[in-house]
């Protein structure tokens, strides 16, 4: 049981101890907050495997931090050196002062941490990297697969956002009003990167890693329940967010293959969740702000009605076309051309693939080669296999040979 429990507590409970402790100490502090609560996970893996699990796990890793951080206040001398002049000077707080590991407090500490390492002064990869390191609980290894990139690079990625956060003496603080309009696009698109990279995730062999998923529509909702940062674009990411994960169930078979949209079970749909994106999609239309979010939720809403009308998809074209007025993806151009020939038919759709100045990728080649399946089979077969060879990911693979398998058989 310890051995599946503790890094169980570590995943759920670390980033939480570890954005209160920031909170209290200041940006400038990561790895002493860090090195406290991974000092905290160390005591438990030795007390718990002599003395057996305690009866509350959660509560005596809180009391032990609490414990911790009261001591290293008290006799640190690095804190005697850079922690407590600062601390007392800046906030008038004495070393007495414990950390608040209550639910409401570490909801505060992890919503002003994310609007601490969306500064401006990092970059966007740095901010993904460093959320998914603080706020997730994930290892440098397991960004480095999420991302197809070493853990060297991750690592040094990491380094370099928290001594710029040091350098900018970045507070970890309830954001203002100014913060939230200045910082707020960041912060949604660092939530936007970390739910993709587990919904079309091809990292370890999984086509879909849904622990990122969760973790990016927890931290989404701090936003739309908090009185500042409940903005209409956090609700609309919110919304597509809940949308995208409502077909969780029903996108892999036993066997963890991707099933395309059309040959969903309908039946596996999570409708609750359906439910929660149309709630949250009428909340995020009653302003005036129209983001990319609102639109890409408005097209996934869509997508929760299988059935086919003429309404629908002349109302996801008009929707793409909206989204590329205001931003232009390669992807989002993509997928307005499979919507083109939904509308206006496959021929109109080619012409339309071939003004498309979006790089010829894998992605771009399938498309081709399903507009063409049933006009030109042969020139459908010569996309698809070019396709083929222009991608390593597995599921990618598995698509495009049962396109192939399919034409080879007629």
Same mark, same amino acid.
């Given at each position: 049981?310890?051995?599946?429990?503790?890094?169980?507590?570590?995943?759920?409970?670390?980033?939480?101890?570890?954005?209160?402790?920031?909170?209290?100490?200041?940006?400038?502090?990561?790895?002493?907050?860090?090195?406290?609560?991974?000092?905290?996970?160390?005591?438990?893996?030795?007390?718990?495997?002599?003395?057996?699990?305690?009866?509350?796990?959660?509560?005596?890793?809180?009391?032990?931090?609490?414990?911790?951080?009261?001591?290293?206040?008290?006799?640190?001398?690095?804190?005697?050196?850079?922690?407590?002049?600062?601390?007392?000077?800046?906030?008038?707080?004495?070393?007495?002062?414990?950390?608040?590991?209550? %639910?409401?407090?570490?909801?505060? *500490?992890?919503? !002003?941490?994310?609007?601490?390492? #969306?500064?401006? @002064?990092?970059?966007? =990869? $740095?901010?993904?990297?460093?959320?998914?390191?603080?706020?997730?609980?994930?290892?440098?290894?397991?960004?480095?697969?999420?991302?197809?990139?070493?853990?060297?690079?991750?690592?040094?990625?990491?380094q370099r956002a928290k001594e710029k956060l040091r350098q900018e003496n970045a507070p970890v603080a309830y954001p203002t009003?100014?913060e939230i309009g200045s910082r707020m696009d960041a912060v949604l698109s660092t939530l936007y990167l970390l739910f993709n990279?587990?919904?079309?995730?091809?990292?370890?062999?999984?086509?879909?890693?849904?622990?990122?998923?969760?973790?990016?529509?927890?931290?989404?909702?701090?936003?739309?329940?908090? %009185?500042?940062?409940?903005?209409? *674009?956090?609700? !609309?990411?919110?919304?597509?967010? #809940?949308?995208? @994960?409502?077909?969780? =169930? $029903?996108?892999?078979?036993?066997?963890?293959?991707?099933?395309?949209?059309?040959?969903?079970?309908?039946?596996?749909?999570?409708?609750?969740?359906?439910?929660?994106?149309?709630?949250?999609?009428?909340?995020?239309?009653?302003?005036?702000?129209?983001?990319?979010?609102?639109?890409?939720?408005?097209?996934?809403?869509?997508?929760?009605?299988?059935?086919?009308?003429?309404?629908?998809?002349?109302?996801?074209?008009?929707?793409?076309?909206?989204?590329?007025?205001?931003?232009?993806?390669?992807?989002?151009?993509?997928?307005?051309?499979?919507?083109?020939?939904?509308?206006?038919?496959?021929?109109?759709?080619?012409?339309?693939?071939?003004?498309?100045?979006?790089?010829?990728?894998?992605?771009?080649?399938?498309?081709?080669?399903?507009?063409? =399946?049933?006009?030109?089979?042969?020139?459908?077969?010569?996309h698809f296999n070019k396709a083929l060879t222009l991608t390593n990911a597995g599921a990618e693979k598995q698509v495009i040979?049962?396109?192939?398998?399919?034409?080879?058989?007629?």
């Amino acid at each position: 049981m310890q051995q599946e429990l503790i890094p169980h507590l570590f995943r759920t409970e670390y980033r939480k101890m570890v954005a209160v402790l920031c909170s209290l100490f200041g940006l400038q502090h990561i790895e002493t907050a860090e090195d406290i609560v991974s000092d905290t996970f160390l005591s438990a893996t030795e007390l718990w495997g002599l003395k057996g699990v305690p009866e509350n796990p959660v509560a005596w890793l809180y009391t032990v931090a609490k414990n911790k951080t009261k001591n290293y206040l008290k006799r640190g001398a690095i804190f005697d050196q850079k922690v407590s002049r600062e601390l007392q000077s800046n906030q008038g707080l004495s070393i007495e002062l414990e950390p608040d590991l209550s %639910e409401k407090n570490i909801n505060d *500490s992890q919503l !002003a941490m994310m609007f601490a390492i #969306c500064h401006p @002064a990092v970059n966007i =990869e $740095a901010q993904v990297a460093l959320s998914l390191n603080l706020l997730c609980g994930f290892g440098v290894q397991e960004i480095a697969d999420a991302f197809l990139t070493n853990k060297e690079v991750v690592y040094k990625r990491i380094q370099r956002a928290k001594e710029k956060l040091r350098q900018e003496n970045a507070p970890v603080a309830y954001p203002t009003i100014t913060e939230i309009g200045s910082r707020m696009d960041a912060v949604l698109s660092t939530l936007y990167l970390l739910f993709n990279e587990g919904y079309y995730s091809f990292s370890q062999n999984n086509v879909l890693r849904k622990e990122l998923c969760w973790e990016a529509m927890r931290l989404c909702h701090l936003l739309v329940v908090n %009185e500042v940062a409940n903005t209409p *674009s956090a609700n !609309a990411l919110l919304s597509l967010m #809940c949308f995208h @994960a409502s077909r969780f =169930e $029903a996108r892999l078979n036993e066997q963890g293959e991707l099933i395309l949209y059309k040959d969903q079970d309908t039946a596996l749909w999570d409708q609750a969740l359906i439910e929660r994106g149309r709630f949250y999609l009428k909340i995020a239309f009653t302003g005036d702000e129209i983001s990319k979010y609102h639109l890409e939720a408005a097209i996934a809403s869509w997508h929760t009605i299988k059935e086919e009308a003429p309404q629908k998809w002349q109302t996801i074209l008009q929707l793409y076309d909206q989204l590329l007025m205001i931003d232009y993806s390669p992807m989002a151009a993509l997928n307005r051309v499979y919507v083109f020939s939904k509308v206006h038919g496959k021929e109109q759709a080619i012409i339309e693939a071939g003004e498309l100045t979006v790089a010829q990728n894998h992605l771009y080649f399938t498309l081709q080669g399903k507009l063409y =399946e049933g006009i030109d089979n042969t020139m459908a077969l010569q996309h698809f296999n070019k396709a083929l060879t222009l991608t390593n990911a597995g599921a990618e693979k598995q698509v495009i040979q049962a396109h192939i398998r399919n034409l080879q058989s007629l």
